[in-house]
């Protein structure tokens, strides 16, 4: 799986996007459904971010499902 600039996922009711992505760090909002123009960011380590979006549907070019195995 490749994070890149303004990917948006979707999990559930909440959508997250990649405001600003770095080597170590993500920086993202969450975006609420009914209001997209309001939002928290976060940041947050390339690792915490991958937990947050396991399960989760890339809906920004294409939809796919993200699947983790070890």
Not at 31 to 43: A, K, M, R, W, Y
């Amino acid at each position: 799986m490749r994070l890149r600039q303004n990917q948006l996922w979707q999990k559930g009711e909440d959508r997250y996007r990649i405001v600003q992505l770095e080597r170590l760090s993500v920086g993202y909002k969450k975006i609420d459904p009914l209001n997209p123009e309001s939002g928290t960011h976060h940041t947050v380590t390339k690792k915490e971010f991958c937990r947050v979006i396991k399960g989760a549907t890339d809906i920004s070019d294409g939809e796919y499902t993200v699947e983790f195995s070890r």
